[in-house]
């Protein structure tokens, strides 16, 4: 069983940055994926980014060149940094995490590849 918590999300202006944080607890030493979604109001939940225990990302192609996905291996953390932000990426931001390799199958950040789930950190982007 993991636990995620999520962190950092705010308000920012266009083209501002910020940096969303998710502690993983209940992790054991094993092979995993780690992801972060977002879901705006009225739409479908969205996969972002994600990132394997070899480090091998994948990035949805609305946010390639502006966010990226890293780890603390050390501090069971994984974090999005988010560059020059646009008012579409207002979301609530989602951590995800399972064990395994089945992130590595997909070719895009596919929520059916995740079962552990944070709370969300809302993000919002004004213009």
Do not use: H
């Not at 092979?31 to 980014?49: I, M």
């Not at 394997?52 to 974090?79: E, L, M």
Request: charged share 20%; with cysteine; proline share 2%.
């Amino acid at each position: 069983q993991l636990q995620l918590v999520e962190s950092g999300g705010g308000s920012v202006q266009a083209g501002g940055s910020l940096r969303l944080s998710c502690a993983v607890f209940g992790y054991t030493d094993a092979d995993y994926c780690l992801g972060w979604f977002r879901q705006a109001p009225g739409k479908e939940r969205e996969g972002v980014a994600d990132i394997d225990s070899g480090s091998v990302t994948t990035y949805a192609d609305s946010v390639k060149g502006r966010f990226t996905i890293s780890k603390d291996n050390a501090k069971n953390t994984v974090y999005l940094k988010m560059n020059s932000l646009k008012p579409e990426d207002t979301a609530m931001y989602y951590c995800a995490a399972d064990y395994g390799w089945r992130c590595r199958l997909s070719t895009y950040v596919d929520s059916s590849n995740y079962k552990y789930w944070g709370q969300g950190t809302q993000v919002t982007v004004s213009s």
